[in-house]
């Protein structure tokens, strides 16, 4: 429904039930003022695709692969690489008097509190050697469509299953590595090789890893936390001194600074595969829906081009108050994929940069609508969000100076997770999840 025939309705609906009319003057001149509300007006809606995201530099690392109806196939890799051990010469040395047997080597990561998808299902993880070592660019940054060449076959495959919260083991993942590696390590500690003495000299020597998905997995997404602990690289083995026995464990730890993840999708078999980084998807050619998700870079913007329909109304026109509701599709969410808890509304300047729209201009609080959620019925989820300001900016601007908003994850989950939402136009089928603004105005008759 185009903007002037929603307005006509309104009109004709809301003249019949507001009656607060009133004056204001003196004896030379008479201002007649009215209030209205304006509901159920169109808000156009597109889909559009961001420029890649940076994911050095981040608190987790990514690993899996889950099919979205909604999204597509959504594949995570990660990479990084390690400091070489530090050990002991008391131990390691070639005229040491203990004996060092190796016992084994593993990798251990630890789960971060993220996930995207069924983590009930059977994951597979395929852990490659790095064929060339991690460059960052010129800005010291990676980003989701980066990569690093491996081998064709992986140095180990491994089955493994999410635990759930409380579980025994429910932090870590501790996945065994060949054992001729560790092997080469414990020779190379014993001979003092300069390959050990300084991080550039080891990843010479191996310059990291990749943790990838099985190609036919269909689970999650994991996340798993990147820092000056996790992930380690931990070699056990037995130290014998005269008649004294002990076993030891030794760690290389992760090089978090070059660590990043790679996120592939597929689209083919969705509503969003004709989305490219040119162009935009109006929600008229996606079943009347939009989508959002961080990391993949896909966010909405929302304009209002027969905002000036308004000024039909009468000789001069106050917009008082607009509130916009954003009511997620239902079934398009579940507990493996959790609703983000805020979203950012952005203003987009006529170059299409993002800018934050300020609740109050004299603060620095960013405009940014909470999840107000009903569990109980399932009927009355949505986002909200105060656009008097920038409608009242907008109430006026003619071609070129007109603006749009820009609907995204809030930066948290924007650039940290996976996170993802799926929105109604106002035309959308279900009337429960279609977008609502609600405008109430002012309008000044003179006599």
Known sequence: MKFASCFLLCFLFFASCISDHFSVGDNLVSVKGRNMIIEDCTVELESHLGDSSVTTGLSRIFEGRYHSPDFGVITAHSYFDFNPPSYSLSEFAPDAITTVIFDSITLILRYDNFSYGDTTQIQTMNIYKLQQIIELDGRNQLYTTSSVPVGEDPWVTYKFHRPAEHWENDTLLELRLPDEFGLELVNLMKTQSDLLKTYDNFRTYFKGIK????????????????????????????????????????????????????????????????????????????????????????????????????????????????????????????????????????????????????????????????????????????????????????????????????????????????????????SFSNEENRIKLIIQVVIYDRD
């Open 211 to 426: 943790l990838s998905p099985g190609v036919d997995d269909n689970a999650a997404v994991n996340s798993f936390v990147i820092n000056n602990e996790y992930p380690i690289i931990r070699i056990y083995y037995t130290t014998i001194e005269g008649i004294t026995t002990e076993e030891r464990k030794l760690d290389m730890t992760v090089n978090s600074t070059t660590a990043f993840s790679q996120i592939e999708t597929d689209r083919s078999e969705t509503l969003l595969y004709p989305l490219g980084y040119n162009n935009s998807l109006p929600s008229a050619e996606t079943d009347h829906k939009v989508y959002l998700q961080g990391l993949t870079g896909l966010y909405t913007k929302l304009s209002f081009p027969d905002l000036n329909e308004i000024l039909k109304l009468g000789k001069h026109i106050i917009i008082s108050s607009a509130i916009l509701y954003v009511y997620p599709v239902l079934g398009t969410y579940d507990d493996f994929t959790p609703l983000p808890t805020n979203l950012s509304l952005n203003y987009l300047d006529e170059n299409g940069k993002a800018i934050d729209i300020y609740v109050d201009p004299s603060t620095t609080t960013v405009q940014s609508g909470t999840l107000v959620e009903d569990k109980v019925y399932n009927k009355n989820t949505y986002y909200v969000f105060d656009v008097t300001s920038y409608l009242q900016y907008e109430l006026g601007m003619i071609g070129m100076y007109k603006s749009s908003l820009q609907l995204f994850l809030d930066d948290t989950d924007k650039n940290n997770t996976l996170k993802s939402l799926v929105l109604g136009d106002s």
